[in-house]
């Protein structure tokens, strides 16, 4: 086994962060709701501590596991979780909420499998697309039409849209032709933009984007409390703990809307330390992209950045009021089991790249 590099101090030190401000969030955020619905205000955030224990065996998995072998595994786990996405349709092993079948019944847990998809995505696309320009199309697109079908008959329209983001992206990366990149896109962007109009609830959730004080106590009502959570947080904010939107306000406190709690109760400085941390590492992970000669590694690098930028841009955005709503994790912070062993693998893999990379060492003068 060749010896690897250091672990990289400021990836390290940026996910860190993140974790420390995701658990204190999910803690402060779910007291109150762990108690009425578990009966015990900690049970939530103790379930989070576990999610966190699998999460960490889930990274050091991406990171020591060689990226050669996950390449040999990449259209097996590909096809694997693109079964999950559609299993949720079973009887007896989906589960559906609030209209969605988006989740897995496993021994008595949920698992909602799109998560493990995108991060399966970025490796099969990084394989498909390491022969850069000589690289066939056809796999890549018949696998992201392929999940995406699968993605939208849940429905989940974020997801399916971030697999076709994510599948130009790679091929952009890859050095695939402007001209082909061009009308995929184009096409891409039309169906997506129907699916929008056809559907009356992302309509709604548009008009409620464009002026959710319209109807603050209907479409817009999420969106307007998580506003006037960041509004009254101030520059230092109310204090750990001292949040009111998280009292039966806010709905989805703990989970999409985690940002609007770090906003309330830790202010401008707190909303500054997570914005931070998402920038350096996306920043340490694109050097450790440009430095790889190996396209195959340097693929699932980049597909890892887009596939956490892209939460963690979207989830911010729609709390904040930038984007529409659409109920997207935000990577390490927001609670959510799958979510997070799915992010914690992406950034496992970026890691095992990284360390794997031999550093520029000056050669010693001759004695």
Avoid at 156 to 172: K, N, P, R, S, T
Wanted: one cysteine or more.
């Amino acid at each position: 086994m060749p010896r690897l590099e250091p672990w990289d101090r400021w990836l390290v030190g940026a996910w860190a962060l993140l974790a420390a401000l995701g658990i204190v969030a999910v803690a402060s955020a779910s007291l109150d709701v762990a108690a009425v619905r578990y009966g015990h205000p900690y049970a939530i955030v103790l379930r989070w501590l576990g999610f966190w224990l699998v999460a960490l065996g889930a990274l050091a998995l991406g990171a020591y596991v060689p990226p050669e072998r996950w390449r040999a595994l990449a259209p097996v786990l590909f096809l694997v979780t693109l079964l999950g996405c559609v299993l949720v349709h079973a009887p007896g092993i989906g589960r559906t909420a609030n209209g969605a079948a988006r989740w897995l019944s496993i021994a008595g847990m949920s698992v909602q499998p799109a998560e493990f998809a995108l991060a399966a995505s970025v490796l099969f696309f990084a394989r498909v697309l390491e022969r850069g320009e000589q690289a066939r199309l056809g796999p890549l697109v018949v696998g992201a039409l392929l999940l995406c079908g699968a993605l939208l008959a849940q429905p989940d329209y974020g997801d399916a849209a971030l697999v076709l983001l994510l599948a130009f992206a790679m091929a952009f990366a890859a050095g695939v032709a402007a001209r082909k990149l061009l009308v995929v896109a184009f096409i891409g962007l039309l169906v997506l933009a129907a699916l929008a109009v056809v559907a009356p609830y992302r309509l709604a959730r548009l008009g409620s984007f464009l002026n959710p004080w319209a109807d603050r106590f209907g479409a817009g009502y999420q969106l307007a409390q998580s506003l006037l959570a960041f509004g009254s947080g101030g520059l230092w904010g109310a204090g750990l703990g001292e949040g009111v939107q998280k009292l039966f306000y806010l709905p989805e406190v703990f989970t999409d809307f985690i940002a609007a709690v770090i906003g309330e109760e830790m202010g401008l400085v707190g909303m500054g330390l997570l914005i931070g941390a998402y920038f350096v590492l996306a920043m340490r992970a694109c050097a450790v992209a440009l430095r790889e000669e190996h396209a195959f590694r340097r693929l699932v690098v980049v597909g890892a950045v887009v596939v956490l930028g892209t939460s963690a841009l979207v989830n911010l955005g729609v709390a904040m009021g930038l984007l529409p709503t659409k109920g997207m994790p935000l990577p390490f912070v927001s609670y959510g089991g799958s979510a997070l062993v799915a992010d914690a693998w992406l950034l496992g893999l970026i890691f095992g790249v990284q360390r794997r990379q031999r550093r520029n060492r000056p050669r010693e003068a001759p004695a």
